[in-house]
Nanobody, 127 residues
Framework: QVQLVQSGGGSVQSGGSLRLSCAVSGYTYSSYCMAWFRQAPGREREQVATIDSDGNIDYASSVKGRFTISQDNAKNTLYLQMNSLKSEDSAMYYC?????????????????????WGQGSQVTVSS
């Protein structure tokens, strides 16, 4: 069973930085997509960034150039470095994992459906 345990987050002033971590355990699949989502009160959940097992990375336009998704395979940990934070970045942030026993290609298109979720980390940016 894959488990995701988040850490990091907190409160920061506008323009500041925070880093979120997501420790992954119980993972034995060769192909995957890892993602960060966020959801603010009264708003729909937004996919912030993704990284797959081929190393492909994608960002929402709202965070491109400010946020960086990365992973440390030796530590089985996913990160989201958030710089130049704005008040509109305030939200609950979640890491998510999609796993597959099939290599990325015609039979596995990554980042389409996430089976596992972290517990959430609150990020509050004050102006």
């Amino acid at each position: 069973q894959v488990q995701l345990v988040q850490s990091g987050g907190g409160s920061v002033q506008s323009g500041g930085s925070l880093r979120l971590s997501c420790a992954v355990s119980g993972y034995t699949y060769s192909s995957y997509c890892m993602a960060w989502f966020r959801q603010a009160p009264g708003r729909e959940r937004e996919q912030v960034a993704t990284i797959d097992s081929d190393g492909n990375i994608d960002y929402a336009s709202s965070v491109k150039g400010r946020f960086t998704i990365s992973q440390d395979n030796a530590k089985n940990t996913l990160y989201l470095q958030m710089n130049s934070l704005k008040s509109e970045d305030s939200a609950m942030y979640y890491c998510a994992a999609e796993v597959s026993g099939t290599p990325i290609g015609a039979y596995y298109v990554p980042c389409q459906g996430y089976m596992y979720w972290g517990q959430g980390s609150q990020v509050t940016v004050s102006s």
